[in-house]
C-alpha cells in the first residue's frame, strides 16, 4: 500500500512540475506578446491600455466598436491618462472623441458607464454646448478638452 501511495504521489508531483513549467511558457509568451502590442498600438498607464485603429468614427459607432471589443471609449481619469491619449491624438493628428458625454442631463458631463466626471481639463470658454448641439467631447492634440457634436468623425480610442 506504501508503494502504490508513494507513486501516486511522484506522478502527481510530475503533473504540477508540468504544469508549472507550461504556466511559466505561457506567461512568459504573454508578456512577449503584450510588450509588441504595446509598442506598435498601444499605450500602457496604469493598469490601462489605450487602443486606437487610426480611424474616425461617430461617437455612436465608437462607443458600438469599443465595447463590441469589450473595451469602452477613452475616459482619462487623471493627468497622466489624458497626456497619454494627447500623445495618440498628437501622433495621428486626429482629435478623438472620449468616453464622456452629457446626453442625459445638458450641462452635466457624465461616464458612459455612469457617474459625473472627476477629472477634467476643459479648453478655456468650454464647454459651450454650441449651437445647442454639443454632448461629447473630444480631446484636442494641445491636450484640452472641447464639447463637439456626437455626429462629428472623430479618433477611435478605446481603454481595455
Ligand atoms: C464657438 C466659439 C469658438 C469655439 C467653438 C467650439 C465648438 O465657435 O471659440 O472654439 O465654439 O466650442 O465646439
Ligand atoms: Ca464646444
Not at 449651437?131 to 480610442?157: H, R
Request: net charge negative; hydrophobic share 30%.
Amino acid at each position: 500500500k506504501g508503494e502504490k501511495g508513494s507513486s501516486e504521489d511522484n506522478g502527481m508531483q510530475l503533473a504540477v512540475r508540468l504544469m508549472n513549467e507550461q504556466l511559466r511558457t505561457l506567461q512568459d509568451n504573454f508578456n512577449k506578446f503584450k510588450k509588441i502590442f504595446i509598442f506598435s498600438i498601444g499605450k500602457e498607464v496604469g493598469r490601462k491600455i489605450f487602443v486606437t485603429n487610426g480611424l474616425e468614427y461617430d461617437y455612436e459607432t465608437a462607443s458600438r466598436m469599443c465595447s463590441r471589443a469589450g473595451g469602452l471609449v477613452a475616459s482619462p481619469k487623471n493627468a497622466d491618462e489624458n497626456l497619454a491619449l494627447q500623445e495618440i491624438v498628437s501622433k495621428h493628428d486626429k482629435r478623438s472623441f472620449l468616453g464622456i458625454t452629457d446626453l442625459h442631463t445638458e450641462g452635466t458631463f457624465k461616464y458612459s458607464t455612469g457617474g459625473t466626471i472627476t477629472y477634467s481639463n476643459w479648453h478655456s470658454n468650454e464647454p459651450n454646448n454650441d449651437k445647442g448641439n454639443e454632448d461629447c467631447v473630444e480631446l484636442n492634440t494641445d491636450g484640452k478638452w472641447n464639447d463637439t457634436s456626437c455626429t462629428n468623425k472623430k479618433l477611435l480610442i478605446c481603454e481595455f
